[in-house]
């Protein structure tokens, strides 16, 4: 399995606090992402980088922002949780544009 | 960004072949063609990616069209574990946006014992 650990795996937080969610990779690949999954939407992208210090938005990125400062870890933030966020959140990373991507476990994250 | 259309849903009996089509009409010449498919409570996994020839490994086949206006993912003998949503991904070479791994809806493969 490829080296991709997301943290926490689970969490519940109250609206309208801030929230982190951690991908750290062993992979040293370039490209990393993170994605929401909710039921009827399948999987949305948020945020992606391209190399550290090097992001872009997605197609959802309201309320998230994103950093990279090295290249093992891409951090995803809420800075003040709605309920709307509450989602399976994956986070992925491949080592080039066309090559293949790998996803973590997923983190469950429930806003109350 | 390019788009594909897959069936929404397919069914299977177990070891027998599966046949997943995607259309992508509107492909580039250097888009890429991968398919990925997602089991119950778990990430998106990796099958097969393909340019212009059919490729084979140890999951699945892939069967591009000549035109590359379509593709085929090729489950030889289709088991229990098999059973996800699979999805068919165009991916750009290099620059723009296409390297974003867009997915779409994807086909819900169900396999029958």
């Known amino acids: 399995d490829a080296g991709i650990t997301q943290s926490p795996r689970h969490k519940v937080t109250e609206t309208g606090t801030p929230v982190t969610l951690r991908c750290h990779q062993t992979e040293n690949h370039r490209y990393m992402y993170w994605y929401r999954q909710d039921p009827g939407h399948g999987l949305r992208l948020i945020h992606y980088s391209y190399g550290v210090k090097d992001t872009d938005k997605g197609e959802v990125s309201d309320g998230y922002s994103v950093s990279r400062s090295k290249t093992e870890d891409f951090l995803l933030t809420l800075e003040s949780a709605t309920s709307s966020q509450t989602s399976v959140y994956f986070c992925?990373?491949?080592?080039?544009?066309?090559?293949?991507?790998?996803f973590g476990q997923g983190t469950r994250l429930t806003v109350v | 960004d390019a788009k594909t259309t897959q069936p929404n849903s397919m069914e299977s009996n177990e070891e027998e072949p599966v046949h997943l089509p995607c259309n992508h009409s509107?492909?580039?010449?250097?888009?890429?063609i991968h398919w990925y498919r997602q089991l119950p409570s778990q990430g998106p996994e990796y099958v097969i990616h393909g340019l212009t020839s059919n490729v084979n490994n140890r999951m699945a086949s892939l069967a591009i069209a000549e035109d590359r206006k379509s593709s085929t993912l090729i489950l030889h003998r289709a088991t229990l574990r098999d059973a996800a949503v699979y999805y068919c991904?165009?991916?750009?070479?290099?620059?723009?946006?296409?390297?974003?791994?867009?997915f779409g809806k994807g086909t819900l493969l169900t396999v029958n014992p």
């Open positions: 991904i165009l991916r750009g070479h290099s620059g723009g946006s296409n390297y974003k791994l867009t």
């Open positions: 509107t492909i580039s010449g250097t888009d890429y």
């Open positions: 992925a990373i491949s080592v080039e544009v066309n090559t293949e991507a790998f």
